[in-house]
């Protein structure tokens, strides 16, 4: 059979409600054309992000309800460990809230004034705990990740060169540790190849510095890993991941993505005195060392899930779908970051309104024009996520359509086409946008605008 199919069939639904425009006119204003500041009851089809609002699985209730709340050494813990020891190869394993509460740990540890942290493009939050700590975060993408029609298989990969000269201008003794982020959320979704991953540690090796993989979508990188990268494809997913892992010295997780489930994180650190330092902070901060602030039946949760995103036919869905989106748009002209990575379809904001400048946000533009239309929340992943407060707007300016996983169907993806689309046909009436008023870091989140 040709037709990918979701692997799996519904048991439990959730009503989604549709809005009149003036409604989503009167809403959007409300909000301050921040759909951060939306209710969620407001929006048709949600694709703001696909972190924590994935469906589980039948699997992962019943976990949920067999978990073990106690405070130390529950079998929930227990459980959740032994999924990530024998997935990635690390024994020493933290449990912590969310991705960014390991990001924090790590940075607060390592980081600090004088310190520079490399990485192929730092996602926000890990930006922000890398700078809150006093360092400074670099992003070395390939000159091809810039080009939103530049088909390279592996554009999530950091660049080797700048790499190395950067451990040269500043000195390896400045730099706690090398970070590559799998896939490259900031820029596009899109896939780092294994010989990158491999080439990023010989360079570890020789300078003598850490390499921390930030793996959020660790399962979705390895899919692109088994069906593009020659020498690839006939090994495992679980092989591939393994690999992945056993190239580095640590990682941050936020199990909301490639966990499957609503909240939770991981810290792997393969160097026992730093794994000690990170224990002693989480159990300051966050939680004994057998809950890291979650309650056992999340610990439980987790486990299936890192178990279930391992599963060949539902990554293969799940890639698909993201690519079945991403064709249709081009097809009707609507430039994307091609060729379309795991988790989200990114439009090009600056060719789909190029009467807009930088300045006045294109891509916020587009996320209000999609909630209006018809009622889907976009995300900017622009000058508004990423400029402001003397940084430089990012080279690209795009909007995320983030496909949440196993939550939408087909003809779901078919009317935020649809949607996209007319949009697009209309899209000179799109306006830019001027802030009113934004906190000093991660100003997406809370920022208001006024249209212009
Ligand atoms: N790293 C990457 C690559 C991420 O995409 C995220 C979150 C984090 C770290 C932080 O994890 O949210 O669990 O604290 N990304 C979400 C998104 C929020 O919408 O892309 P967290």
Same mark, same amino acid.
């Given at each position: 059979m040709k037709t990918i199919i979701e692997p799996f069939r519904i048991k439990v639904v959730e009503p989604i409600r549709m809005t009149t425009r003036d409604e989503r006119e009167r809403l959007l204003r409300e909000a301050s054309y921040n759909v &951060? +500041?939306? #209710?969620?009851? =407001?929006?048709?089809? =949600? +694709? +703001?992000? =696909?972190s924590g609002t994935g469906a589980m699985s039948a699997e992962q209730w019943a976990g949920i309800m067999r978990a073990d709340e106690s405070y130390a050494g529950a079998v929930s813990f227990y459980r959740f460990k032994e999924q990530l020891t024998s997935m990635t190869g690390f024994e020493y394993v933290l449990p912590t809230h969310q991705g960014r509460a390991s990001e924090r740990l790590l940075f607060e540890l390592i980081? %600090? !004034? %004088?310190k520079v942290v490399p990485n192929n493009t730092h996602f926000d939050t890990t930006r922000a705990n890398i700078e809150h700590s006093g360092a400074e975060a670099v992003d070395l993408q390939i *000159? !091809?990740?810039?080009?939103?029609? /530049?088909?390279? $298989? &592996?554009? %999530? /990969?950091?660049d080797i060169a700048a790499l190395e000269d950067l451990i040269k201008r500043?000195? *390896? !003794? #400045?730099?706690?540790a090398v970070m590559v982020t799998v896939t490259n959320n900031s820029g596009g979704g899109q896939p780092v190849s294994m010989a990158n991953l491999r080439e990023t540690r010989a360079i570890c090796d020789k300078y003598k510095l850490r390499f921390i993989l930030d793996a959020c979508r660790f399962a979705e990188n390895a899919w692109f890993i088994k069906q593009r990268e020659p020498g690839q494809t006939e090994r495992s997913i679980r092989e591939i991941v393994r690999e992945m892992f056993d190239l580095v010295d640590g990682a941050t997780i936020s199990a909301k993505k490639d966990g499957i489930v609503n909240i939770g994180g991981v810290l792997l650190i393969r160097d026992e005195s730093l794994f000690q330092d990170a224990s002693n902070l989480l159990i300051l901060t966050e939680g004994y060392v057998t809950y890291g602030g979650l309650a056992g039946r999340d610990l439980e949760a987790m486990a299936q899930g890192f178990e279930e995103v391992l599963e060949e036919d539902y990554l293969q869905y799940r890639i698909r779908s993201i690519e079945y989106l991403g064709e249709r748009l081009i097809n009707a002209g609507v430039q994307i970051v091609e060729p379309t990575g795991g988790h989200a379809v990114y439009v090009d904001a600056k060719s789909f309104c $190029?009467?807009?400048p930088p300045e006045q946000f294109p891509g916020q533009a587009v996320v209000c024009g999609l909630y209006r239309e018809g009622g889907i929340r976009a995300v900017e992943i622009g000058s508004v996520m990423?400029?402001?407060? %003397?940084r430089p707007n990012p080279a690209m300016e795009l909007v995320r359509l983030t496909i949440p996983r196993r939550v939408y169907t087909q003809s779901h993806l078919d009317y935020v086409i649809e949607a996209t689309i007319e949009l697009y046909t209309r899209r000179e009436s799109l306006r830019g946008l001027r802030i009113l008023d934004e906190p000093k870091a991660l100003r997406h989140f809370t920022a208001r605008f006024e249209e212009l």
């Open positions: &951060f +500041l939306l #209710r969620a009851k =407001d929006v048709l089809i =949600d +694709l +703001l992000t =696909d980081g %600090g !004034e %004088g *000159p !091809e990740a810039k080009d939103p029609r /530049n088909r390279h $298989p &592996f554009k %999530g /990969n950091i500043v000195g *390896p !003794e #400045r730099i706690p $190029p009467h807009i990423f400029g402001g407060h %003397g």
